[in-house]
């Protein structure tokens, strides 16, 4: 065994001066909230802080560069390792360490790994300082004991998860175009009005007729009625799953919380008992609105799970289609946040009566279920896709320790 300090150095990151933080910008700073607990780069792009000021030159990232978080800004984030994805864009902030390792010894995307071991993560922890808030250093990093493999190895071993990691992005990107093309039609079908008309030709673009609504302030097709958000889904919310733990030798469920919708489920994920109402069990595909601190939807794809309170799991009623009633949410959420843009404040959460003041206009049968024809191959490549991660997530997690330890080899 020896001491991580023998193969790598870790440098602090710089204090940047907050008059200079901006919603807008060039370069945006890196902070704890870009690592997943489990390790890898987390994009903040709702969240970003850019930073309009002057700065040291050596404080601007390089695309591959290896960085470390010194500080727990949430549960089990300490140590996490990202590699930063590209150039030019990420500022080296104080409380994330940015790493070099010395090649000869140890190879960058094998340390990547290693940090993400349960030896090296409950290392640190236990030399961590702190009480609420938990604090590594680069010294007592260095004082983290590991066995390494001959670099030839290291090399092997990290490319081979990294193959994982690469198709796991991928699909990634795959979701992130089939979800941009899912809104594009939405809002040509639903906001242009230039839904395809008995001939096939744009609705508005083509002479449909409109009528001008008085409570949206605007026209709309005829045919078209006016409604709220209650009429086209049922919104379960969660419950206290604290007071439902699972029973003596009862495997139980991982209670989804906003946590859970962004980060999937990780060791520190709670669980409740199997018996609490259907309604507040989840399950992939299932439409989930978080409603308290962050308005988002999403669909679910993490697996069975129990709904904790703060999140609706909406379900679809009438005619309209999960495909329709997840597009339809989406598009409103600006709605509310423009509320609070209004208010100059941040919305704390979305209660019964927002849901009951929403105005939208709701479209015929027909429409709906043309809509959905067109949208629902798009919703299942990408349900198919994160289902796929979910499990390469699950082989990655599995053989990373092993890999590691040397119990299994890459031939």
Known sequence: MNKLGEYLTIKHGWAFKGEFFSEFGTQSILT?????????????????????????PEYLCKKGDLIV????????????TAIVPEDNRY???????LIFCDEKKLVSLYAYYLFMTNSVREQIARSSSGTKVKHTSPEKIYDVQVCLPDTKVQTIVSDFLWRIDSKIEVNNRICTELEAMAKTLYDYWFVQFDFPDANGKPYRASGGEMVWNEQLKR?????????????????????????????????????????EMHDGITKNT???????????????GDIL???????????????????????????PKGYFSNEYVYEQLSAYIINFAKMAEARKTTMGHITTDHLEQSRIAFPPEEIVKRFTAVIQPLHRKSGQAKQENRELLKLRDWLLPMLMNGQARVE
């Open 91 to 97: 500022l080296h902030n104080q409380r994330v360490g």
């Open 289 to 315: 609105f978080s409603w308290s601190a962050t308005l988002e939807v999403m669909y679910w794809f993490g697996g069975n799970g129990g709904l904790n309170q703060h999140i609706f799991k909406v379900v």
């Open 69 to 80: 978080a010194m500080t727990e800004q949430a549960a089990g984030l300490l140590g996490s």
């Open 32 to 56: 704890p909230g870009n690592f997943y607990e489990k390790g890898g780069f987390k994009h903040n792009d709702e969240k970003e802080r850019y930073y309009t000021g002057e700065y040291p």
């Open 270 to 284: 709670e669980f409740v008992t199997e018996n609490i109402p259907e309604k507040n069990k989840i399950f992939d």
């Open 219 to 259: 026209e709309i097709p005829k045919r078209w009625r006016i409604g709220n958000l209650y009429d086209i889904a049922d919104f379960f919310n969660g419950i206290a799953c604290q007071r439902f733990r699972p029973r003596e030798n009862e495997d139980g469920l991982p209670v989804i919380k906003i946590k």
